[in-house]
């Protein structure tokens, strides 16, 4: 039978690595990518006995290529350090893998724990992402800094899962604000770097077209308050992506203050 590489990647996630870790025990091979966290994250790892390789952080697209680079076996699962794997899913994947026939590359659903409730809408469930589960060499990331693109080199369509893997993507209102400010400077960076520019206008339209969607097309009102947080963070995140995209394009400096003397 084939066997499984998973890769998790991380960053000071010290408080959720042991349960990303705990939730692969069944894999062959588990490496940590980790770009030099300054937390506990590395020593509880390695303390699990799991396999821990250091990358400099250039963008989640070259990270996860190199991530992928790392496996050492035919079939590869990716996993994110605030994701856990289910039961269910592990079945589903060791079944897949012991066939050995159909897809090359299968998208994972994702239930989604959030102040305290499963999230039922807001584009949380089933939240497919990019393929989780694939034979090594079957997907390939662009460069990108943030909401990496990616192709996938097999002839054969890409199959879905049935069974959904745990996602806790907030533990707090802090991470929820850490997060959005985070990918809102990475986004700028991506914006830049595709000649995009920014306009007030386009800020607040780009930013209340997310919460709109969110809100309202994806039925996070039907979510209560974790719902609505969803979808302001979600403005926020994307408000602020431009408005940073603004900051990088002009280039502001202080103003003069020279030393005054008596």
Request: hydrophobic content about 40%.
């Amino acid at each position: 039978m084939s066997q499984v590489s998973v890769y998790i990647i991380a960053y000071n996630e010290a408080e959720k690595i042991q349960a990303a870790v705990h939730s692969v025990l069944w894999a062959d091979e588990i490496i940590v990518v980790d770009s030099h966290s300054t937390d506990d994250t590395v020593q509880i790892a390695e303390s699990l006995g799991v396999k821990v390789v250091q990358v400099d952080f250039k963008g989640f697209g070259d990270l996860r290529n190199r991530a992928m680079s790392a496996c050492s076996h035919e079939w590869i699962f990716s996993l994110d350090s605030d994701e856990r794997c289910t039961p269910e899913a592990r079945d589903e994947i060791l079944e897949i893998v012991r066939a050995d026939k159909g897809a090359d590359a299968y998208y994972v659903p994702r239930r989604n724990f959030f102040m305290g409730q499963w999230i039922k809408h807001s584009g949380f469930y089933p939240d497919y992402r990019q393929p989780q589960l694939f034979r090594k060499g079957a997907l390939v990331f662009k460069q990108d800094m943030v909401h990496e693109a990616y192709s996938i080199n097999s002839s054969r369509k890409p199959g879905f899962l049935r069974h959904a893997i745990w996602q806790v993507p907030f533990k707090n209102m802090e991470e929820v604000m850490h997060k959005a400010n985070k990918y809102s400077t990475l986004g700028a960076i991506k914006l830049a770097e595709n000649g995009k520019e920014a306009t007030m206008g386009k800020a607040l339209a780009r930013g209340g077209w997310s919460f709109f969607k969110l809100y309202f097309l994806k039925r996070g009102i039907l979510d209560g308050w974790p719902g609505f947080v969803i979808a302001l963070g979600n403005f926020e995140g994307t408000f602020y992506r431009y408005a940073k995209l603004h900051e990088l394009k002009s280039q502001w400096r202080m103003p003069e203050s020279p030393p005054l003397s008596k």
